[in-house]
């Protein structure tokens, strides 16, 4: 069966630095790969969407990499800021199958 | 606000009983999906419906069903509940990006929060 593994369960970073974010999957071989966040109690929201035949998306000081031969992709966020404080969840896919999400990794910018 | 709506925000009740979850996806989009959120398990798919069929089938329990109505508005029906079935049940709706086969893109309700007691 499909398996989703984001690095940790939480990460703290300090503001103005760079985080960055793990996704490994398994058992499939997607052709989209999805980033969302969510606050808590609240929840997701779609950031950013990436397919197979590209090997890098971004939008605004956000980044993710699709790496097929790897089974990984990297969510990249620059110049963090308190604000971007939130879970964030991978899902490989979304092509005719329901999308199926990592537990997420917590991330927290430190002031 | 995204559109997409649940209701009720919170509902506490005893085990043993069962509640309704209510959900109207945004305006245009045919398909809902339901998840469950508990703290241990992250979100898990449920259930999918496209325009009013059952499209796709996930870790459902029995004692739980759904149905989409003709006016695409979806209900999710918890039974004999449990403790563990205390969580977060979020709704969504999807819209496809991109030509051709394109993916689906889920948009989210703010999720209804049942407590069994």
């Known amino acids: 069966s499909q398996k989703i593994e984001q690095n940790s369960e939480a990460l703290n970073i300090q503001e103005g630095k760079t985080a960055t974010l793990t996704c490994n999957y398994t058992?499939?071989?997607?052709?989209?790969l999805q980033w969302y966040r969510q606050d808590p109690g609240r929840g997701p929201v779609f950031l950013l969407l990436i397919r197979e035949n590209e090997k890098e998306k971004r939008k605004e000081r956000l980044k993710v990499t699709f790496d097929t031969t790897l089974k990984q992709s990297l969510f990249h966020i620059t110049a963090s800021q308190p604000a971007d404080s939130a879970t964030y969840l991978c899902a490989p896919g979304g092509g005719n199958t329901p999308l199926v999400f990592g537990k997420g990794t917590r991330l927290s910018v430190i002031a | 606000d995204s559109g997409v709506t649940q209701t009720p925000k919170h509902l506490i009740t005893a085990t043993g009983q069962r509640v309704t979850l209510r959900c109207s996806p945004r305006s245009g989009d045919l398909s809902v999906y339901w998840y469950q959120q508990s703290l241990d398990q992250g979100l898990q798919f449920l259930i999918q419906y496209y325009n009013g069929e059952e499209r796709a089938k996930g870790n459902i329990l029995e004692r739980f069903s759904a149905q989409q109505f003709p006016d695409l508005h979806s209900e999710l029906n918890l039974s004999s509940l449990e403790l563990g079935d205390s969580a977060l049940y979020f709704c969504a709706s999807s819209v496809r990006v991109g030509v051709g086969s394109g993916a689906n893109v889920l948009t989210f309700g703010a999720g209804s929060r049942l407590t069994v007691l």
């Open positions: 058992n499939y071989s997607p052709a989209y």
